[in-house]
């Protein structure tokens, strides 16, 4: 890597003030990243048990169709750095450095794990564990955190970033995730995805990179698919610009009347959408829990086809296979799924009325909104159950407060306790892209390092 990173060494007067990071997928690894180039006090331990470092869900494929959905100049680690993945890049075989391309997300997982190669070797400044945390005790002068291995570590202060909630695997095995890698399968079998959003779209171009030749169905409600990336002009718009009435009806509005503005401006929706982008956390800040709830049931898939977009390679190839009548959408709710013989059978609900579809493989794609409850993992479990945390009122995530703070039982956020990344999204909704991320890593860095030298 080009970019000269700033290794302070711990201080001699004492020990560095010690991070633990709980995860570390992108949101994790960009954590610990600005925590060591940071001209303080650090010493950072990685607690992941999953996946190698940086990959996470996103980036643990090993498809190389399988694209990122941002271009390649927004997808730096360091804000003040917006060609530093651009660079990266060069140094690797076989890739350019154009900087609207999209590259593999297998490449862009290498590159968040290569950000902490200055540090892999000096375990005074990062130590990264292999194990599971059960438990998190936030009393006493310091933070205790419980690995599965029995392990106990002390820190100053803990970072949760443990990523998007997901189900626990199906133990019917009726129905496969959407990140579990492809299982052998006859080629002219019929395949159904629940849901139709970008990991349907991975699910049919890894089907098709596999040479399969069945009928591929993805179902969902309404039936949308994300839109395609196109050049875009993003319109300028300043808080001064935002709609003082923070009602879903009135936002979703706005929008529209910026993207048709946009059109008879010569340019298109993307313009409007990708310039209202940097105001979303502070328009969802500012709405109501009761408009945050309508705009979940009625605006966000909306919202969301146009926001998260297929690179345009893809997009193709998932026009390739509509053309040819080999995937197909439609529209419908899924109700359940079971095994008759040796086939698997997913019964629906459709607006012609029920219908049952016989399948060789189903694949749950429904996405990454779960409730964290329902689907919480060991520590999430104890988090709640001890009164650390508390799930926030739309039961998307933990409730956390604007500067990252893990709110307790009884309303009160922790100032040593933070969460970052998919798991703070109740209170910033975009937090599950890298711009968002780096960003609010960034700025966590710097509110820590001033707790720390206070």
Known sequence: MTRTLRMTPPPADGAAAHIVIVGG???GVLMATHLLTHPGRFRVTIVEGRNMLGCGIAYSTEDPQHLLNTRVQNMSAFPDEPDHFR???????????????????????????????????????????????????????????????GQVLRADHVVLAT???????????VLSGAWEPPADLDPDSRVIIIGTGLSMVDQVLSLMNRRHRGEIVALSRRGLMPR???????????????????RAVTLFRW??????????DGGNWRDAVDGIRPHVSRLWAAMPVAERARFLRHAAPWWDIHRHRMPPESAARIAEAMGMGQLRLLRGRFLEAGREGDRLVARIATPAGPARIEA???VDCRGIRRDPLEHA?????????????????????????PDCGVIDRMGRPSARLHAIGPVSRAAFWEITAIPDIRAQTTILARRIAETVTA
Do not use: K
């Open 25 to 27: 997928g992108a949101s």
């Open 87 to 149: 660079r990266w890049l060069r140094t690797r075989a076989g890739h350019g450095d154009a900087p609207a391309a999209f590259v593999s997300r297998p490449t862009y997982g290498a590159y968040l794990a290569d950000l902490l190669s200055p540090w892999q070797a000096d375990s005074s400044r990062l130590a990264c564990i292999r194990r599971t945390c059960l438990r998190i005790d936030n009393g006493g002068t310091d933070m205790t955190i419980h690995l599965d291995d």
């Open 163 to 173: 990523g998007h909630v997901l189900p626990e695997p199906d133990p019917a095995g």
């Open 228 to 246: 395609p990336h196109a050049p875009a002009n993003p319109l300028r718009i300043d808080n001064a610009d935002l709609p003082p009435d923070a």
């Open 255 to 264: 929008a529209r009347d910026l993207a048709r503005q946009a059109e008879r």
């Open 360 to 362: 060789g493989r189903i």
């Open 377 to 401: 993992s060991p520590l999430f479990a104890a988090l709640i159950a001890d009164g650390t945390a508390r799930i926030d009122p739309m039961r998307i995530g933990l409730d956390v407060s």
